[in-house]
């Protein structure tokens, strides 16, 4: 069989070889779309509340190659909520000496 068909016998030993490593890692996997929201929560809360830069400086600084679907700043607040991926996650300012924090419960997104 190998003989007569040596591109499918590849293909079928890659893809198997594939679902191996999915399945190996789909905890991790499982976890991905949390860390889109929370890391530009996160970060922009730290580069505009704790490090005072402008708001258009933290925007690009947490840009990534995975866009997000929605961001919120609440200035008033001092919190931020980001989604990405289907996954929303926030983060607020406790004080200059804690700097932000992440959100335990993921907050829905206000409306304008």
């Known amino acids: 069989m190998i003989r007569r068909r040596p591109f499918s016998t590849v293909l079928l030993l890659i893809l198997l ?3 191996a490593l999915i399945w190996q890692n789909r905890s991790h996997l499982h976890a991905f779309p949390d860390i889109i929201g929370a890391y530009s929560a996160k970060e922009y809360c730290s580069c505009r509340y704790v490090a005072s830069n402008p ?3 933290c925007e690009a600084y947490v840009a ?3 866009p997000l679907s929605d961001f919120w700043d609440d200035a ?3 919190r931020v909520t980001a ?3 289907g996954r929303t ?3 607020q300012w406790l004080s200059s000496r ?3 924090q992440l959100l335990p419960a993921p907050a829905a997104l206000p409306t304008p």
Do not use: P
């Open 17 to 19: 070889l594939l679902a």
């Open 55 to 57: 708001a258009d400086y």
């Open 64 to 66: 990534q190659y995975v």
């Open 76 to 78: 008033a607040h001092k």
């Open 83 to 85: 989604r990405g991926l």
């Open 89 to 91: 996650q926030s983060a």
């Open 98 to 100: 804690e700097g932000c």
